[in-house]
């Protein structure tokens, strides 16, 4: 392949443009940012479980409680009525007033155990509650945490963007002075080494770090200005310059 010293020089531009592209997409990829918003995700979505299961036990006791406190209520009616029966004369045999009045005593025992029922689901109730608030409030903290680390997130790729833009502004007008067909052979290098062409610096590819054979060197010499070279190790595209050592 053919192509102007100029163009070919103009690959250092691009192999360097490139490499700062690839950097700002590894940083893009590796912010810190992401790993802490992955884990306060998590997080998250482990106390929101823990707090509907904390609901659902609070909704399950103050239900119960309102079944324990009709019950009571009930007894208290039925030993009211009873009462009032009582107290009307209304009962006047003997032992009709001996069945109402041990009813009576039966029905304010029975009452007594309800209520102790009530307090002890009113004091799980009120566990419940303690629970639910506690575990909203730590939901809530890592959701301010995750909302923070999102924005930091956020920012920092605004401000890789805007440089990425920059960078392939710059890319776009260096492609325009490069013919198509070394471009294309460029692009395919790079895709297959990461890095398409290298200079030749004091007598060394600078994109292996190998130093050029004198048969090499000689060979290079020899070769037309224009023709676009290989390095025999790293097969990148090799360039040369007033540092090559030629
Ligand atoms: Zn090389």
Redesign the pocket.
């Known amino acids: 392949m053919k192509a102007a010293p100029e163009a070919q020089k103009r690959l250092l531009d691009l192999a360097e443009l490139d490499s700062v592209i690839d950097r700002l997409a590894h940083r893009r990829r590796t912010l810190p940012e992401l790993a802490e918003i992955d884990e306060r995700s998590k997080s998250f979505a482990r106390l929101a479980t823990q707090v509907i299961e904390a609901e659902t036990e609070a909704g399950d006791l103050a239900r119960e409680q309102a079944k324990a406190e009709s019950d009571v209520d009930a007894v208290r009616t039925r030993a009211d009525r009873d009462q009032k029966r009582l107290d009307s004369g209304a009962v006047t045999s003997p032992r009709d007033l001996a069945s109402l009045q041990s009813e009576i005593a039966s029905l304010h025992k029975r009452q007594g155990d309800l209520e102790e029922v009530v307090l002890e689901i009113m004091e799980r109730k009120e566990a419940a509650d303690t629970k639910v608030t506690d575990l909203v409030a730590q939901r809530d903290e890592i959701a301010a945490a995750l909302a923070t680390a999102e924005a930091r997130r956020d920012e920092a790729l605004k401000e890789i963007d805007k440089e990425s833009g920059e960078v392939q502004g710059r890319r776009a007008t260096v492609t325009g002075d490069i013919p198509t067909d070394l471009l294309g052979l460029y692009e395919k290098l790079k895709g297959q080494y990461g890095v398409g062409a290298?200079m030749l610096r004091g007598g060394r590819?600078?994109?292996?770090?190998?130093a050029l054979s004198i048969a090499e060197m000689n060979r290079i010499k020899a070769a037309p200005h224009d023709e676009v070279l290989r390095?025999?190790?790293?097969?990148?595209i090799?360039v040369r310059t007033a540092e090559s050592g030629l």
Do not use: D, M, S
């Open positions: 290298a590819c600078q994109g292996c770090k190998v390095c025999e190790e790293c097969r990148r090799l």
